[in-house]
């Protein structure tokens, strides 16, 4: 697995570069005539992302996730999966970087082998990091009024998150 | 939809920061006012460097004069003890008033700490901040790597074979987009490398199809139905190989999580796909544009 996806990228870069030549592009011209705009585009996404990753930033620091998980786990323990997964349905939209913190944490508290781990892992393949992913694309071309962008990413985050449990409760059973 | 869900990140961590504060104030955690009394004994003869019990935590301390001890701390030490040195500028060492000392007790009076939880949620969002530039400064290679690649694969042709694989499909999900437009093919690569699991190669080239998208959109401020659907399935992301950072927190395991995480994904994927197709179609109907 892990030598496919190392495989991946360099043989598209190869095919690339190649296709170009046959077709007699200039391609270092070409290349760097596309890549002027990368500048832009980042510094573009910046206030954005600062908006974004430091209302999260505070939502996270102030412990209130602690406090909805505290509310969830009755609902958890009424429909039979493992609270610990919440933890991962609730910060897997808001932060990348917490949600591979939460699941380092429970394979260290769980090991890899338990169902609560690969329900999370699969939580954590199946879906993105939904704020950051529009702070990012909508920041590049300066859209503010972001429509019905956002309810449609977390409802599909809600329907991953639950498939998550259902196909691995049914999966691994 | 997105300002409420911003403002109440926002209002909801502060408000919790807040109450949990007052809290600590009622119950007096970090024990301020108290004077803590601990037997302490010099070390080896030493005039200056002596090992006293905090919190039944061992600790060994230096006395700058008679009025001050320099408590050291490490990892270890008792996590109140930590967060008021740090609140106090020294994670290392915190320094006590020494209000009384016989030969063998030591009354010690430890700083106050106050307002500790609001404290660290300030302190996180200023950090945050500073990470969100770090974060977009460190895109720029990236994205000026991928998006030469694509004026390449674009210039010679190669994005069209590409795009004519899944060209019936795109054209479905996006109806209103003239056929044969550029913005299919940074669309299909932009699939192309979800699919794969290449998410660094996917933000570049979902950025280079939302440009090509806001080229086509009437009002430049506000989302377009094309844009809301392209989102939707970039954040569901439609997958079959996991994301490089699973493979390399789970290692082999990862891969008899490979047909959850296919249906899991298709789940999510299919339910972006409906919701967007929902949307678009009331707010035409409503005839106006709707509102976030």
């Known amino acids: ?173 | 939809m997105l300002n409420k869900i911003w403002a109440g990140l926002i209002i909801l961590g502060l408000l919790f920061a807040t109450g949990q504060d007052i809290q600590d104030e009622i119950t007096n955690t970090y024990n301020n006012g108290v004077i803590h009394n601990t037997p302490y004994s010099y070390i080896e003869h030493s005039s200056n460097q002596l090992s006293l019990t905090l919190h039944n935590v061992p600790l060994s301390a230096d006395i700058k004069n008679d009025q001050l001890l320099h408590i050291h701390l490490n990892t270890n030490s008792p996590i109140n003890l930590l967060k008021i040195a740090r609140a106090n500028g020294n994670k290392n060492a915190l320094i006590a008033r020494i209000i009384s000392k016989n030969d063998t007790q030591l009354s010690i009076l430890l700083p106050e700490l106050h307002w500790h939880k609001l404290r660290s949620v300030t302190e996180a969002a200023f950090d945050m901040a500073k990470f969100a530039v770090k974060l977009a400064i460190g895109l720029i290679g990236i994205m000026a790597l991928w998006l030469g690649l694509m004026q390449i694969a674009e210039k010679s042709g190669l994005i069209n074979h590409v795009v004519k694989l899944v060209q019936p499909l795109l054209y479905w999900l996006f109806p209103n987009i003239p056929k044969g437009h550029p913005v299919f093919g940074s669309i299909s690569m932009n699939m192309a490398a979800n699919i794969l699991g290449l998410g660094n190669a996917a933000t570049p080239l979902g950025i280079k199809a939302m440009q090509q998208l806001q080229s086509l959109n009437d009002n430049k401020n506000t989302a377009s139905d094309e844009m809301c659907m392209f989102l939707a399935l970039n954040t569901s992301s439609v997958q079959l190989l996991p994301p490089v950072t699973l493979i390399a927190l789970m290692g082999t395991q990862v891969s008899e999580l490979i047909i959850p995480i296919i249906l899991a994904t298709s789940c999510s994927t299919i339910t972006a796909i409906v919701v967007a197709k929902l949307y678009s179609r009331r707010c035409n109907k409503q005839d106006t544009t709707c509102n976030s």
Not at chain 1, 41 to 47: D, E, F, K, L
Not at chain 1, 71 to 85: G, K, S
Not at chain 1, 150 to 160: K, N, R
Request: net charge negative; hydrophobic share 60%.
């Open chain 1, 1 to 173: 697995m892990q030598q496919l996806s190392s495989l991946i990228l360099p043989l598209l870069i190869l095919a690339i570069v190649c296709y170009g030549l046959i077709k007699r592009i200039a391609v270092y011209e070409e290349f760097v005539d596309g890549a002027k705009d990368g500048f832009n585009i980042a510094v573009n996404i910046i206030p954005y992302l600062v908006a974004m990753l430091f209302a999260i930033a505070i939502f996270r620091a102030s412990g209130a996730l602690d406090f909805i998980l505290l509310l969830l786990t009755p609902l958890a323990d009424l429909l039979n999966f493992p609270a610990e997964v919440i933890t991962m349905g609730v910060i897997r939209p808001l932060t990348g970087s917490g949600s591979v913190g939460v699941l380092a944490e429970l394979i260290n508290t769980h090991g890899e082998d338990s169902i609560i781990v690969k329900i999370a892992a699969v939580m954590f393949g199946s879906t993105e990091t939904t704020l950051y992913v529009l702070a990012v694309y909508f920041g590049a071309v300066k859209i503010k009024n972001t429509s019905y962008a956002v309810q449609a990413g977390l409802m599909a985050d809600f329907a991953g998150f639950i498939a998550a449990i259902i196909v691995c409760l049914w999966y691994f059973s």
